[in-house]
């Protein structure tokens, strides 16, 4: 099927507004290409979506934190977080939603004890439309009554001191606070 520019400009300005963007250039946000996995994922365990999305925010804010505050001695290549053990379905959540924040991933320990660890490091970014974010205004699309909720956005980059679920939905760029890092963890 053919998309004329105008309707897919339309259909960027709706997403902008349903996601309460003000003072950002449109194009520059790209919905990642969600699994039906994910996608089923969220419509059936929103809680448990949210609570990743923020675990793996505070994980990444932290590392970033981390870095600019120690001299070049003292910065770390990565940081480790064990989640608890959980189902398999949770696990591969875990797993294939990581990959849309550049976060690794590894499965550790035999069933029923079988656990996730991921590893953030200077590449990893929340994107700019989060897999919840994502499910919202797809559902406020296709007529749903409920209401949106507009994150915070005033254009600025600035997220320090904000709770995950209101921080701008404008990614940084990996670029500027990777110059100095190494790109992989040291080994153990």
Known sequence: AVVSTQSTG???????????LVNVAVDNIVAPNYSDFLKEQARSNKSFVVEIEEQFEVVIMKY?????TSDSLNKVSCIYHDFKPMNKD????????AEHYKITTQSFDPEPQRNVQIRVDYQSLVPGVKLSQYMLVKRSFVGSSKPVP?????????????????????????KKVADSWEEMCDEE
Do not use: Y
């Not at 339309?10 to 309460?20: I, Q, S, V």
């Open 10 to 20: 339309e259909r960027n300005r709706k997403l902008a507004e349903g996601l309460g």
């Open 64 to 68: 970033k934190r981390r870095n600019e």
């Open 90 to 97: 949770k696990r591969r959540l875990i797993h294939e939603l």
């Open 150 to 174: 507009k994150p915070v956005s005033g254009g600025s980059r600035s997220t320090a001191g904000e709770p995950p679920q209101l921080r701008s939905l404008v990614l940084e760029d990996p």
